[in-house]
């Protein structure tokens, strides 16, 4: 496979493929065109080349080996439509083929039981795994018997020692609930996973430490999406919940949540704030824009391919920890409670 027969499949320049593939350019096309030269490079086994990159557009391009990863999406079942971590794998991907290593293949752990998924895990011939978001120890010890190199990204840190990139969902809960107090909530509902999970001891401890009580009838242990977002809200406020706010484990949930609440009558922020994790495309599309916590998804993704490949290649060897920064993106989704 050639730039040529990619730019043809993909019905755009050579050009523009050069400058997706091998420049990372983030001005280089729309993301969907940029996702659909990705698909097709995927599909096709596309390599890069640093000798070909030094040809003329167009020219033929000499075929060279290059190396491979996997990603395990540990988090979701459906690893098309979480965008998350859909945008997480693909700078990874991008990262790492411009290292001259090519994503073969993502699989999700809640298939490993699968037959077929268990012998591609058993039967891989990448040279790393990257596993996205938490795991339990059972499926990390599998993982490292299968794939001699394994890194770890996600918002909750692991108890075990293998490399790790992350952007502490503890603290970035934390100061979401903060900065709720900050306008004058007290009432704080939280919507989300409850078990082993970072960001709802980020509620907690923000709440304790304003001397905030816990109260169980705020809280709503969910999975991690809108349907989800959207019952846990419905079932709060049948239960005559009356939080002034809204802390969600991440803004997928968090869209389930104000849908929720505005059939039910709530205006957001008039009546309800609304605040949440991750920074999503969709955060600034939603009605209104949603105050989130920006995590750096590309920024993520980048470094965990560098420290995967640097382990493959032989250049550490004792288990490394990037803690990466995130913010408040402030938008519309909250103001002060109302005054009773």
């Known amino acids: 496979m050639t730039l040529k027969e990619i730019a043809q499949e993909a019905g755009v320049s050579i050009s523009t493929v050069s400058r997706v593939v091998n420049k990372n350019s983030p001005g280089a096309a729309s993301k969907e065109v940029q996702d659909k030269i990705w698909e097709i490079v995927r599909r096709t086994g596309y390599t890069p080349n640093s000798t070909a990159r030094t040809l003329k557009l167009g020219e033929q391009e000499a075929a060279q080996p290059s190396r491979s990863i996997a990603c395990m999406f540990a988090r979701t079942e459906d690893i098309v439509t979480d965008q998350f971590f859909t945008s ?32 591609l895990i058993m039967d891989n011939h990448v040279d790393g795994v990257v596993i996205l978001g938490r795991c339990d120890k059972p499926l990390l010890k599998m993982l490292k018997q299968y794939f001699n190199n394994v890194v770890y990204t996600g918002l909750n840190s692991l108890n075990a020692k293998y490399d790790q990139i992350i952007c502490d969902g503890h603290d970035a809960a934390k100061e979401a609930v903060e900065y709720l107090i900050q306008l004058g909530h007290k009432k704080i509902a939280y919507i989300g996973e409850t078990q082993s999970e970072n960001r709802y001891l980020g509620y907690c401890d923000a709440l304790s430490a304003h001397r905030i009580p816990l109260q169980k009838t705020y809280t709503c242990n969910v999975h991690l999406s809108s349907e989800g977002g959207y019952q846990g809200t419905k079932k709060l406020l049948e239960q005559g919940c009356d939080a002034t706010a809204y802390f969600c484990a991440n803004d997928i949930t968090a869209i389930g949540v104000m849908r929720a609440l505005q059939e039910s009558g709530h205006s957001i922020p008039g009546d309800v704030s609304v605040i949440s994790i991750d920074d999503i495309d969709m955060a600034q599309y939603m009605t209104p824009m949603l105050t989130t916590m920006h995590i750096p998804v590309e920024e993520m993704g980048q470094m965990t391919a560098k420290i995967l490949i640097d382990r493959i290649e032989g250049g550490h060897r004792l288990p490394v920890r990037v803690n990466l920064p995130f913010y408040t993106a402030i938008r519309d989704s909250c103001a002060p409670p109302k005054r009773t």
Do not use: G
């Open 88 to 119: 997480l794998s693909r700078s990874i991907e991008q990262e790492a083929f411009k290292r001259n290593y090519v994503l073969k293949y993502s699989f999700s752990a809640f298939d490993v039981s699968h037959s077929s998924t268990f012998r």
